[in-house]
């Protein structure tokens, strides 16, 4: 799974995977624009349900500048997990750099009806320009 996803947190029975990857068809260097997608892999190891009700996520790009973006779900989804299942999706993030790094975390409730925080692990963005120049 490391291979497939390298970049992983657990927090309350939760695990968050993700693997990022760069789309060199949707970028132009040129123009100042690179463009990365990433799949989100979110595993259920707990003994109840868990719905993801929405995101906080914070996108440093190399110059340092940091956007915060907060919604209600994800994909336009609200999903359920249950236990020993697993949901995916892919979403994308441009950025004025070459590179840049993405964290953040999942507001999630459980069988209960409590609410709390899921860790999204640190990952990075890099696009071949950012081993080749600086930003």
Request: glycine share 10%; proline share 9%.
């Amino acid at each position: 799974m490391k291979i497939l996803f390298p970049y992983s947190a657990t927090t309350r029975g939760v695990t968050v995977r993700v693997s990022p990857a760069y789309l060199p068809d949707q970028s132009d260097p040129r123009s100042g624009r690179w463009v990365w997608s990433y799949h989100i892999r979110i595993e259920n190891d707990g003994r109840e349900p868990v719905q993801l009700i929405s995101r906080h996520w914070i996108i440093t790009d190399a110059r340092g500048k940091i956007e915060e973006v907060k919604g209600l779900g994800v994909v336009g989804e609200q999903p359920i997990v249950e236990p020993g299942r697993a949901y995916d999706y892919v979403s994308g993030c441009p950025l004025e750099t070459a590179s840049g790094m993405m964290r953040g975390s999942y507001r999630m409730v459980d069988g209960g009806g409590e609410s709390f925080d899921v860790a999204i692990p640190p990952f990075s963005l890099d696009s071949p320009q950012a081993k080749a120049r600086p930003n």
